[in-house]
Each structure stands twice: as C-alpha cells, then as structure tokens.
C-alpha cells in the first residue's frame, strides 16, 4: 500500500507540472481529489490490513493527501490571480480622456418661493396640508360665504367642469375642507393653524402681471384667542424674512367675502426702500397679499360657533413674491421653462 501511495504521489506530481490553465486543474482535481480518486481506494482498502500497517499507511496518506490539496489550492490561486491582473489591465482609467460635462438643473423660483414661505411657517407651527385642484362649488365657494348668485364670484372669473364643479379659483377651499372636518372632530379645543399651495385657475385677463393659472399660498389659522395682532404680527414676520428686516407693512382696508374686517397688505418697495420709484409708482409701497379674520358667518358655514372660535387668513400670489424678489417683469417667464432663464436661480437655495 506503501508503495501505491509513493505511485501516485509520482503520478500526480507529473501531471500537475503540465497544468497550464484552470480547466486543465479542474480535470487533475477530479482525478485526484474527488470521490473516486487513487487515494481514496486505498484508504478504502486499508481495512483488511494489519495494525501496524495501517498505522504507517494512515500517516504516508494524509503526508499525500495534504500534499495534493495543497499544490491543488495554491495552483488555483495563482489561476485567480493571474485572472483579476488580466481583468484590472482591461479595465485602466484612461486618464488622457475628456470628462464628461454634467449640467446641474436648479430650483424653479416659483418653487424657492414656496419652500421658503412654507419653511418660515411650518416654523411657526402650521401644518403643510396638499390640496385638489378639482373643486365643487360648494367648497371653493359657498362654504366661503359666496351663495349662488353672490356679486362676488364675479371677482373670480371662474373654470367650470359642471354646473358644480370648477377649477379652483383660490387655495381657500382648503380652509373650508379644514374647518369643516375640525368642526366634525368633536375635539374641546377647536386649535388648528395650516397652509397649503398649489395652483389656482381664473379666466383673468392675460397681461404681463396676470395668467390665467397660478399659484397661491393660502394660511389660516383658528382657535379660541385669535385676534386681529396675531395676523399683523404673522405677517409682519413673513415680510421681514422674506425679504429684508427692515421692511415695514402697511394694511390697507380693503373687502373679502370670507374675512371681516379684511386688509391688503403692502411692504415698503423693495427697489427704492420706501423712497419712491417707477416699480412702487412712487408711492414707497407695493401690494404684496390680502387677508383678514375670517367671518363668523364663515366659521358657522363650516360648522363650528363664532361664539367659541374665531380665526385668521391670508392668500399669498407666489407669483407676485417671485416677481418682487428677483426682479421679473413678465409673469410668462415662470412657465415658459426657458433655460437661461430657469439658469439663473442656480445659486438661490439649491
Ligand atoms: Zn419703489
């Protein structure tokens, strides 16, 4: 047995000296390492022998099988490495190459306007609530003191889809989403304060100021203290961060359906710093929003008692903030996504 173990020994010795690639390696690793290998028979056959022979027989195997795993490992490794340097050659950066030119896009304004306005007030606590487009009248109207019939739907040149179903001519339906499912809580504490945005659709003229589609950012807020200095000190507030700490606003009396009393705001010119110029047509102010408390008449519409809640709102044109803050004169530019247009507000809070 002795001298069939120094055969194959010999044996495998000579035929792993001619293997030149992994597949050859394969073929000797089968021969001589697998199930049915020279050594295994013998091992196999090491039963019928004498005790001391097999004590001798077992240390020659092992020094043999040892002997052909490992020069079976190491030769598979070398393969492996050979394999991953042929690989990392192929794959050489080619450092003499051109770059590849990779245009970064930027934030919309109108969107800059939004993310800025809705991080100043979700700061202050409101919610961020997402609103529909698709509106029925009741909703985008009559919840908000505009019976049928009302002169002052005539403001609001109106999209209809039916007879009672419009595009939404303000972002105000969501108040009166909103009142009304806090008025269907039941919760003691009637607090609520939110906003949203989002588009909004009226047969307006089109004229360099006006499209018929833009956007709005529509706040209110209601609860059982709600007074007339909480709205000029929010709005106050959003002015300065929005623009500059030195500006002031002004309120200017002015008539909504859904407030009482109702204001306009304006802001000292942003261009002249309130001395007076061609934009603020010399008068050191500018319109910037409209707002007010909101009517009893519109809090019991919802559902909920004017007696125990009252509330605040404002609508904000984005595209009016927009327009004042980075100097655009034509309302179009917003939507015609020209690029070297949308390119310059690269640097603004991106
Ligand atoms: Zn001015």
Redesign the pocket.
Known sequence: MLKQLENILKNFNEKIKSVKNPTELEEVKKVYAGKESPLNEVLKSMKSAAVEEKKAVGVKANEVKTHIFGHINSLNEKFKHEELKKQLENEKVDLSMPGLNLKMGSKHPLNLVIEEISDIFTELGFDMVAGTEYETDDFCFQKLNLPIGHPARDMQDTFYIDNNTVLRTHCTNMTARMLTDLSKLGAKEKNLAAISFGNVYRRDDDDATHSHQFMQIDGFAVGKKISFANLKWILEYMCKRLFSENTEIRMRPSYFPFTEPSVEVDIT????????????K???W?EILGSGLIAPEVIELNGLDPKEVGGLAFGIGVERVAMLKYGIKNIRDFYENDIKFLNQFKFFGN
């Not at 010119?269 to 603020?280: E, L, P, V």
């Open positions: 010119c942003i261009t002249c710093q309130g001395k007076g110029c061609k934009i603020c010399f008068t050191g500018i």
